[in-house]
């Protein structure tokens, strides 16, 4: 357990190569889009009025410049917002890493006094602190690459990741790292049956606000078990949230460097607010809209469709014929499948309440099937979606997903990126603030603190 600590407190600014910065300062945007455009979601304001009466203080709110908590509280609520849509990056394996720390990290920046801000480049490394340990974590267990079934992999290694990067943001000793990890396992875990409802954004939340609290806690000298992260027979530690649990030293030579994870497995980045899987499922179908309107020239309609077959892996939280509501449609191959072969595309406007209840919508779900190759494995890394669709006539028309756009196989390109913050962050912020985000997260580990990106969101 004690190598732990000394890895987050032995990260060092010099340790961040050119590839780990600038895919971190994309994540970052991302995650800063994504938690804007949620600050304007039914589940935000219920946790927002929640947080209100409870505290007001010194912590800034995604979007709200009069708005002020706790910081963790606010650490709460713009995690919150950030997976509120379900349109926050997925790492391999399968976890939302930047929602769980970066909330976090901004908030123990508000609460630091303005003499003591920390620089951009300081952020930065705590951030990629606390996606590495998150990444670290899994991959000391098998299981974790498959899509979960048991544990929301973020309400597990998100509060260890929060509390990593706030623990190497407060300049923590060995010590009190390793504690801050110990006391955060004891704060972590949410079931997948939650999934698909208002409650599953909190579980980001709940990392990022239980993560930097474990890191407060550890720095006024709170003390927890150094056996948790270890695999002792006998003992439940962190092998109770994956069975097949068995972790490997973090090894930190001095004046060496490092090799962050980030460098070889890059993030996906979503083009719309959905559950990862959709992804495979949608291009998929928004291919065979194509070829449905090529061969007869017009709207898509359920008259004219005999049959839907969807080829998916096997995972039942998922796999939800008629969805009732915006969560469920975000987790529904169904209903995203069949939203891409009206529309052509799946947007953030497909899971209104005027899309969701479509009559040409309902019709098309009941024409749905559902079939489970044995070589359509649930992991993000190694899935397909297939769509194919039988026309009134009898012609037969399919198109397979491999690794859609997005993917960390095939990652969205800077413009793109830049794209999807502008459209999510326009929703809240003015243009010139916008802008002012993307200059400010560009150049950000030359920042001599990190005020001026506090103050542009809010």
């Known amino acids: 357990m004690m190598i732990f600590g000394r890895f987050i407190s032995g990260l060092k600014a010099r340790h961040l190569t050119p590839t780990v910065l600038r895919r971190s300062k994309r994540m970052m945007l991302d995650s800063l889009g994504v938690g804007l455009l949620g600050s304007t979601t039914d589940v935000f304001q219920l946790a927002l009025r929640h947080c209100q009466v409870r505290s007001s203080d010194n912590g800034s709110v995604y979007g709200r410049s009069g708005t002020k908590l706790s910081p963790t509280l606010a650490a709460f609520v713009n995690g919150v917002a950030v997976h509120s849509m379900d349109f926050d990056d997925t790492w391999h394996p399968a976890t939302h890493p930047s929602g769980a720390v970066l909330p976090a990290l901004l908030a123990v920046s508000d609460m630091m006094p303005q003499n003591r801000k920390p620089s951009g480049l300081d952020l930065l490394l705590a951030f990629n602190v606390g996606i590495e340990v998150q990444g670290r974590l899994m991959r000391f267990s098998n299981g974790a690459s498959n899509i979960p079934k048991k544990f929301h992999p973020p309400s597990v290694v998100g509060p260890m990741g929060g509390a990593a990067a706030c623990s190497n943001l407060l300049s923590l000793d060995p010590s009190q790292c390793s504690h801050a990890l110990a006391i955060a396992a004891s704060l972590a875990g949410a079931p997948m049956a939650n999934a698909a409802t208002q409650s599953k954004p909190l579980h980001i939340g709940n990392a990022s606000r239980l993560g930097m609290e474990a890191a407060l806690l550890a720095s006024r000298g709170l003390e927890a078990s150094p056996l948790i992260l270890d695999s002792v027979p006998g003992v439940a530690g ?8 068995m972790p490997l030293p973090l090894y930190l030579a001095p004046d060496e460097g490092h090799s962050f994870l980030i460098e070889d497995q890059d993030i996906a980045f979503k083009r719309f607010p959905a559950h990862l899987g959709m992804h495979w499922v949608v291009d998929a179908a928004a291919s065979v809209h194509k070829l449905i309107v090529g ?49 052509g595309e799946v947007t953030v406007q497909s899971f209104t309440a005027g899309a969701i209840t479509r009559p040409e919508l309902a019709a098309l779900l009941s024409l749905v099937r559902v079939e489970h190759p044995e070589d359509n494995p649930a992991n993000f890394d190694l899935m397909y979606g297939e769509v194919q669709v039988t026309l009134d006539g009898g012609e037969v028309l399919r198109d397979r997903c491999d690794t859609f756009y997005g993917h960390w196989r095939n990652p969205l390109t800077n413009e793109s990126l830049r794209k999807k913050f502008r ?3 326009g929703a809240v912020l003015p243009r010139e603030k916008v802008e002012g985000l993307v200059e400010t997260v560009e150049a950000l580990d030359e920042l001599p603190d990190c005020t001026p990106l506090l103050l542009k969101l809010q």
Do not use: M, T
């Open 238 to 245: 962190f092998n109770a949230f994956y069975e097949d649990y």
């Open 295 to 343: 061969v007869d020239s017009g709207k898509v309609s359920a008259s004219k469709v005999k049959d839907i077959l969807l080829r998916v892996p096997r995972s039942k939280y998922i796999n939800r014929p008629f969805p009732e509501c915006e969560h469920q449609a975000r987790h529904s191959f169904q209903f995203n499948a069949c939203s891409a072969l009206l529309d």
């Open 423 to 425: 459209s999510n962050a």
